[in-house]
């Protein structure tokens, strides 16, 4: 029986307290938060043992799970890594860079599995591509939301964008080759809403969109490839493929149109997009890499580059707010 703690049991603490409890082959040894009222709450509702010291519960469990804000992630992801524990921390990886590099050296020395809660990676809408020829030469990104105090001690970029680098990256296999960037903070000191265009080795264009002060909810991605669309909808769980009909295509709805090459067939496909709950989905694999000693779904490395994106987009802003 793997033990975990909880780190953190505010709003998305809650959420992860509600998964683990329902993950076979895991038992919660406690949580760690220093609001009393929210230690409280949690208490009578989930009967878990509360810990004053964050440390003591380390000791006790096998496994971390960091759901604090992020300027707590480098002190408790360090001190667990120390202690030999398994680690899976909230994205972004840590606060500034000099915290992440230190973080993927610590965890490359040591014996561990470490993983980073980039939750889109798990969306149903995005495991639907799964098996997918993803190799898009444009991609365009938006992720609007209502303003909500809660996540505003960062920017937009780091708070909702880092969500789609880290998609993009995934897809993308190339270095990054030039980044473009506008920004402006409309109601926080830090970046509300931002377009960045971000240009890679292989002439992989995508531009990301960004709000968090939208009158209206929106998580698309739309990939954009030879003969073919491919669009992510991660808001309503929806998958489109669009692309020149094949072999393979028999379940596809299908029609022809003339072009100045002939008559050409096209295929609209939306695959099977599973029922999945993308929280309990993550932290299954992190169990799943613990107990099989098998790689995590999203590394170290990953949570690294996807910051690495996020901080030089800050730069590209002139936001001065941050350290690398």
């Known amino acids: 029986m793997l033990k975990v703690g909880v780190f953190g049991t505010g709003h998305l603490g809650k959420f992860h307290l509600n998964n683990w409890q329902e993950i076979n082959e895991v038992e919660l040894a406690g949580f760690y938060e220093p609001d009393d009222n929210t230690a409280a709450s949690v208490e009578e509702t989930y009967g878990l043992k509360r810990f004053d010291n964050y440390e003591s519960l380390m000791d006790a469990c096998d496994a971390v799970d960091i759901v604090a804000p992020t300027n707590h992630h480098y002190t408790l992801c360090k001190a667990a890594i120390i202690k030999g ?14 915290e992440a ?36 030469m444009f991609i365009e990104v938006h992720r609007l939301a209502q303003f909500n105090p809660r ?27 030039t980044i473009s960037a506008s920004g402006v903070g409309v ?74 090459n002939g008559v ?30 098998t790689p995590t779904m999203v590394s170290e490395t990953d949570g690294y580059a996807a910051m690495d994106v996020a901080h030089l987009i800050l730069q590209k802003i002139g936001n001065l707010n941050i350290a690398r």
């Open 85 to 98: 524990k398994h680690v899976f921390v909230e994205k972004p990886l840590a606060h500034t860079m000099q």
């Open 101 to 136: 590099r230190e973080l993927v050296k610590l965890v490359q020395e040591s014996n561990i599995k470490f993983q980073v809660g980039h939750v889109e990676r798990f969306n149903p809408a995005f495991l639907a591509l799964k098996g997918a020829n993803l190799n898009p």
């Open 264 to 293: 050409k067939t096209i295929a609209i496909a939306n695959p099977p997009v599973p029922e999945v709950n993308a929280i309990k989905k993550e932290l299954e694999e992190f169990r799943n890499a613990i107990l099989n000693n």
């Open 151 to 177: 996540g505003t001690e960062v920017s937009v970029i780091l708070d909702l964008m880092i969500h789609d680098i880290d998609i993009v990256l995934s897809i993308v296999k190339s270095d990054v080759k």
């Open 187 to 260: 109601i926080t000191e830090t970046p509300d809403i931002a377009n960045v265009r971000i240009e890679f080795n292989n002439g992989c264009v995508a531009n990301l969109t960004s709000s968090r002060i939208s009158m209206k909810k929106m998580r698309k991605m739309r990939l954009f490839q030879k003969d073919a669309y491919i669009g992510i909808d991660f808001l309503n769980k929806k998958t489109e493929i669009i692309k020149l009909k094949d072999d393979q295509d028999t379940n596809a709805f299908a029609f022809d149109i003339e072009t100045p």
